[in-house]
């Protein structure tokens, strides 16, 4: 990665920054598609070299649903034995983004943990629940060819962020889920009935009615089965959750339901709240230790 494209990286996480702490007239989901144009602009689809010893695999594919490929990259630090890995799920409002950019938790190969970055269809190709069948395929793909790439297919985590975070959830707590040992979700949508309703607009669908594929109060059901907070059980995975305090785009409220559920339940789980954080941040220095020493501690 050259000096420049360093200097636009900077530039872009700036600019995001300055757009979550505006009062601006814009409504929160036309927020995040200018938040994910100033990351692309701002160099965060670039690949950066890889780690001292790390081996990188870029672009296998995974699935095919209809004729469109899936992909994956995915990271692996160096070890003489196979390593845990962590699924790592893009967020986008459910309708862009990718799997090279924004990878919030790419360093966790310096904590001896992969990371596979993983592509779903967006809304604009497939409906819900199109985008878990997705994730959960990219999951059995894992399982039955990690070996082949240095990793433990027994030790598999999954996260994400936004509504990476909100598939990452339900991947972690939907019945019939191939086995995840933990999730982490920063700033995951947990209720799509409740934020599908505050998102609903008469001039136009929002973000989730287009991932549900209609209005909000004719999917009902459909919301109700996508939301994380409707399928924690005990035998759920641990949790960490991540929410910025001054998220106006996805309220931190959806995340201390989704804690509150997990409490109930009896699961392992931890929510932490980031103070001065809006919506879709990058995570620092301790912050990424902790959810290092997350995976660490259950992987």
Known sequence: MTDSTLGAT????????????????????ARALLLCGALLSGGCA???????GERT?????????????????????QSSQPVPVVMWIFGGSWKIGSKGYHVNLRDLTRSGIAVASIEYRLSGTAKYPAQLDDCETALRWLQTHGRSLGLDPRRIGVSGESAGGHLAALLGTVEGTPRIRAVCALYPPTDLVSLGRKYANPKGPSDIERLLG?????KL?????????NHVSSSSPPFLIIHGARDELVPLEQSRELQRRLTQAHV???????PGKGHWFLLD???????AEFFRSHL
């Open 10 to 29: 900077e530039r872009g996480r700036i600019a995001t920054a300055e757009l979550f702490r505006r009062r601006s007239p814009i409504g929160g989901m």
């Open 46 to 52: 670039a690949y950066g070299p890889p780690h001292a």
């Open 57 to 77: 695999y870029r672009d296998l594919v995974f699935a095919e649903p209809g004729g469109h490929p899936l992909r994956m990259d995915v990271y692996v630090p």
């Open 214 to 218: 209609g209005p909000i109060e004719h």
């Open 221 to 229: 059901t459909l919301a109700a089965a996508a939301s994380p907070v």
């Open 268 to 274: 392992p789980s931890r929510l932490i709240v980031v």
């Open 285 to 291: 220095a301790r912050q990424l230790n902790e959810v």
